[in-house]
């Protein structure tokens, strides 16, 4: 991901205040915070931490604290949230049929771990498909012989990381 957004409540009221964000003992981002309203003192609830891709953390469980500070003085670490790490695609454990046959339905049922919703992001006109099942089903008209006709699929997981499956019939 290209930034964490991290929940904490600020020691400091004073714009420039450092704001490094740990995972274990592994310094994963720092930012300075800057506040919009020094006289309204509002406590500020979250800060977006770039990261870049600079340091990645792999797939897991993961326990994420945070410092803040101001000139010399630091904050001891926040309290521990955890989170989940998902950075693995689905994969397709399924390949579409090579043949399909005018006036009879192709039918294809894509098959991929963890998903929470099949798309249909190319198909020729009459293509549909079922999002909680994969099942993809067209009937080729006779103005659609020949081909090649180019379909894809979008298989999202609850991380949002999505793989796509392209073929054409």
């Not at 800060?47 to 797939?59: A, C, E, M, Q, R």
């Not at 009459?126 to 994969?134: K, L, N, P, R, Y």
Request: hydrophobic share 40%.
């Amino acid at each position: 991901p290209s930034s964490t957004l991290f929940p904490y409540t600020p020691l400091f009221r004073s714009e420039g205040a450092t704001v490094k964000l740990f995972a274990g003992t592994d310094l994963i981002g720092e930012t300075i915070v800057a506040r919009p309203d020094l006289t309204a003192q509002r406590a500020l609830t979250s800060v977006t931490f770039p990261t870049n891709g600079i340091f990645t953390l792999p797939d897991g469980t993961r326990t994420i604290t945070a410092t803040q500070s101001v000139d010399d003085l630091e904050s001891v670490l926040s309290a521990e949230i955890t989170i989940e790490v998902d950075a693995t695609l689905p994969t397709f454990a399924s390949a579409a049929p090579t043949t399909t046959f005018t006036g009879q339905p192709y039918v294809y049922t894509a098959e991929a771990d963890e998903v929470v919703a099949f798309a249909l992001l190319a198909a020729p006109d009459g293509a549909t498909i079922d999002e909680s099942t994969g099942v993809i089903t067209w009937v080729p008209s006779t103005s659609q012989i020949g081909g090649p006709h180019s379909f894809a699929i979008e298989a999202p997981d609850v991380a949002g990381n999505a793989q796509t499956q392209s073929f054409d019939r």
